[in-house]
C-alpha cells in the first residue's frame, strides 16, 4: 500500500499562478521527497526534507514537512507551461530506512 | 540526465517468460534501488542492493529477484511473468550506506508489456 497520499489528484492551473500540492504519510519518517516524471518518464529529483526540518526552498519550489500532522507540501511559483507534469512524494519510512515509499502523484496541467 | 542508464527501453514479452532488465548506475554510487510502476500509479519499490547485498524488499513475490555486481551496474530478473507485471521498470541510483538515504537519481525506465 502508499504510504504516501497527494491531493489533489489533478490540478489544472494558468500560466503565472502557483501551485500547490499536498502529500500524507502514515509512519514517522527520516525524510520526504518530492519528485517530478513527466508522461511515463524517469523521475527527476526536486527537494529532499529531512525530518527535523520544517521548510526548505530551490528556486520556485517551497516545501514544508509537518511531522506533527504527518503531511508535506510542495509549492511552485509563477508555474510555466514546462512544469506540466506528474508530482510525487516520496518518504523513508524510520523503521525501514532502505525503502522508499511514492505517493500516487498529482497531475499537473499548466495552462497556456 | 541523471547519468543512469537502462536497457533495454521497452519489451514485449508473454506470460509465463523470464526477462531481465539492466541498469547502470551514475559514476561512484554504491546503491541500487529497482521500482515497478504500474499506469497512472506511482512507483512500488521492489528492492535495494547495497555493495552487492540486498538491502530491502518491498512486497514483492520471489519470482522478482536481482543482482548488483561489483561495478555497481544491476540487473532486475522477473520469471513466469504474469500480465501484470506489465509495467515501467525503474532504476534508481545513489550513495548511501544502507541508513538514511540520499537522493536517487533515476534512469528512463524499461516499459515491459506481457501479452
Known amino acids: 500500500s502508499q504510504q504516501g497520499e497527494e491531493d489533489p489528484q489533478a490540478l489544472s492551473i494558468q500560466e503565472g499562478e502557483n501551485a500547490t500540492m499536498n502529500c500524507s504519510y502514515k509512519t514517522s519518517i527520516n525524510n520526504l521527497q518530492w519528485y517530478r516524471q513527466n508522461s511515463g518518464r524517469g523521475l527527476v529529483h526536486l527537494i529532499l526534507?529531512?525530518?527535523?526540518?520544517r521548510e526548505k526552498h530551490s528556486g520556485r519550489l517551497r516545501v514544508t514537512l509537518d511531522t506533527s500532522k504527518k503531511s508535506s507540501s510542495l509549492l511552485i511559483t509563477a508555474s510555466r507551461a514546462a512544469d506540466t507534469a506528474s508530482y510525487f512524494c516520496a518518504t523513508e519510512p524510520y523503521s525501514s530506512a532502505s525503502k522508499i515509499i511514492f505517493g500516487s502523484g498529482t497531475r499537473l496541467s499548466i495552462r497556456p | 540526465e541523471t547519468g543512469v542508464t537502462q536497457s533495454p527501453t521497452h519489451l514485449i514479452k508473454t506470460r509465463g517468460q523470464q526477462v531481465t532488465l539492466r541498469c547502470s548506475s551514475q559514476?561512484?554510487?554504491?546503491?541500487v534501488s529497482w521500482y515497478q510502476q504500474a499506469l497512472g500509479q506511482g512507483p512500488q519499490f521492489i528492492f535495494q542492493?547495497?555493495?552487492?547485498?540486498?538491502?530491502g524488499r518491498g512486497n514483492f513475490p520471489p519470482r522478482f529477484s536481482g543482482l548488483q555486481f561489483p561495478n555497481y551496474s544491476s540487473e532486475l530478473n522477473v520469471n513466469a511473468l504474469e500480465l501484470d507485471d506489465s509495467a515501467l521498470y525503474l532504476c534508481?541510483?545513489?550513495?548511501?550506506?544502507?541508513?538514511?538515504?540520499?537522493?536517487?537519481?533515476f534512469g528512463p525506465g524499461t516499459r515491459l508489456l506481457v501479452l
Open positions: 526534507i529531512r525530518s527535523n526540518e
Open positions: 534508481a541510483s545513489s550513495l548511501g550506506q544502507g541508513a538514511i538515504q540520499e537522493t536517487q537519481y
Open positions: 559514476s561512484g554510487h554504491n546503491t
Open positions: 542492493y547495497y555493495r552487492e547485498e540486498e538491502n
